[in-house]
């Protein structure tokens, strides 16, 4: 019996283990581009769709551990749209839009896509799809040091 129950245990803890990762939602973008400027950090989001399987490898594998680990969080702010979803968020100029609204506005149309941007919503990098599984690590790791450069030139402008 017990056997039978630590097999059952073994097949279904690494199905639980994806079901339960979730990623920051998006709720409130300004708020966030406050982060932003007070930070110096760019925000990245990422757009997915629920029946993606790319979109829930770059979750599982990259983005979810990334959000986790300590060297990441004072480099990026990460944040979710589902873009098939009519959840209300505010946008960078406070109005309420929806995620799919919110995803059309970038004109994100294909999945998964990852865009870095600035405290104004200005795109300052960007993934599109998964050019690379193998890679995709250090190709978004080149795009987020490419976009934080770019983030402290545009902070750091004299008129």
Same mark, same amino acid.
């Given at each position: 019996?017990?056997?039978?129950?630590? *097999?059952? *245990?073994?097949?279904?803890?690494?199905?639980?283990?994806?079901? $339960? *990762?979730?990623?920051? /939602?998006? @709720?409130?973008?300004?708020?966030?581009?406050? @982060? /932003?400027?007070?930070?110096? &950090?760019?925000?990245?989001?990422?757009?997915?769709?629920?029946?993606?399987?790319?979109?829930?490898?770059?979750?599982?594998?990259?983005?979810?551990?990334?959000?986790?680990?300590?060297? !990441?969080?004072?480099?990026?702010?990460?944040?979710?749209?589902?873009?098939?979803?009519?959840?209300?968020?505010?946008?960078?100029?406070?109005?309420?839009?929806?995620?799919?609204?919110?995803?059309?506005? !970038?004109?994100?149309?294909?999945?998964?896509?990852?865009? *870095? /941007?600035? $405290? !104004?919503?200005? &795109?300052?990098?960007?993934?599109?799809? /998964?050019?690379?599984?193998?890679? !995709?690590?250090?190709?978004?790791?080149?795009?987020?040091?490419?976009?934080?450069?770019k983030l402290h030139q545009r902070m750091s402008a004299t008129l």
């Open positions: 019996m017990i056997r039978y129950a630590l *097999l059952l *245990l073994l097949l279904f803890t690494p199905v639980s283990i994806a079901e $339960n *990762l979730t990623l920051p /939602v998006a @709720k409130d973008f300004l708020m966030d581009s406050q @982060k /932003v400027w007070k930070q110096k &950090t760019p925000i990245l989001i990422m757009f997915s769709i629920p029946d993606c399987g790319y979109c829930k490898i770059i979750k599982e594998e990259v983005i979810g551990p990334m959000a986790d680990l300590e060297e !990441y969080q004072g480099k990026i702010i990460i944040r979710h749209i589902d873009a098939q979803s009519f959840d209300e968020i505010n946008n960078f100029y406070n109005e309420e839009v929806s995620h799919n609204e919110f995803a059309f506005k !970038y004109a994100i149309n294909f999945f998964p896509t990852v865009i *870095l /941007v600035d $405290n !104004y919503g200005s &795109t300052l990098g960007k993934i599109i799809g /998964v050019p690379s599984e193998d890679l !995709y690590w250090t190709d978004l790791d080149e795009v987020i040091e490419k976009s934080r450069t």
